[in-house]
């Protein structure tokens, strides 16, 4: 897989741009302040549909102008597939071959990908929630059914804590039976992914949570 061309209008300080992509290594310098991060967080944008830098969409819109809109050209398995994202200030419009979607979920996976940036500290330093978003997003790349538990679960768990706060217990029972096999399957997914890091993060993790190891 690969990312062929993408295609900017009114992104950031982009008014219009065309750019190929080689299917190995690519690199994209320039001076400062010309718009290589903000060509970066478009490709990000378009592989995980929200942005590392921001949570407001807005943002992302060219000055002066009133909608950003991202397309894409993937190859993979030697089929090229087009994915587009525009927002109007808005509207959030997802497309990938003409077809429509509502939410990114569907198409988290299509153009799985990895962000190093000198926020990166925050994993070591940062909060837990840090790492566990971290973890999240690439398995749920990687694994549909991730996604589908990781998803089950959070809705199950609102369910349940909504009755707790009401204090109402009679169906409880039926979110919790939902929330186990869905938090099995994320426990051992993560476990599985954490296993697979190099032997040096793998010996300082399991020291640290020695009980984890054998489960």
């Known amino acids: 897989m690969h990312l062929k061309s993408l295609f900017l209008r009114d992104f950031r300080n982009y008014t219009s741009l065309s750019v190929q992509f080689g299917p190995k290594t690519n690199l994209i310098y320039g001076e400062n302040g010309q718009g290589k991060t903000n060509l970066l967080e478009a490709i990000y944008l378009l592989a995980t549909g929200r942005s590392f830098r921001t949570l407001r969409l807005n943002e992302l819109i060219r000055q002066g102008a009133s909608a950003f809109f991202i397309e894409a050209e993937i190859l993979k398995n030697d089929v090229t597939s087009t994915l587009r994202i525009s927002f109007d200030g808005q509207t959030k ?84 039976q939902q929330m186990a096999p869905a938090a099995i399957y994320v426990r051992e997914k993560r476990f599985e992914m954490l296993r697979s890091l190099p032997p040096p993060f793998c010996s300082k993790l399991w020291r640290a949570s020695p009980r984890k190891q054998n489960r």
């Open 93 to 176: 419009k997802l497309e990938h071959n003409g077809t429509r979607y509502s939410s990114f979920h569907p198409l988290l996976g299509l153009l799985p990908s990895v962000l190093y940036s000198p926020l990166d500290a925050e994993f070591i330093s940062g909060a837990p929630a840090v790492r566990r978003r971290f973890i999240n997003l690439h398995l749920a790349q990687s694994d549909p059914n991730y996604l589908h538990s990781f998803t089950l679960y959070w809705q199950a768990m609102r369910q349940r804590n909504a009755l707790l706060k009401r204090k109402t217990v009679e169906s409880i029972e039926c979110w919790e």
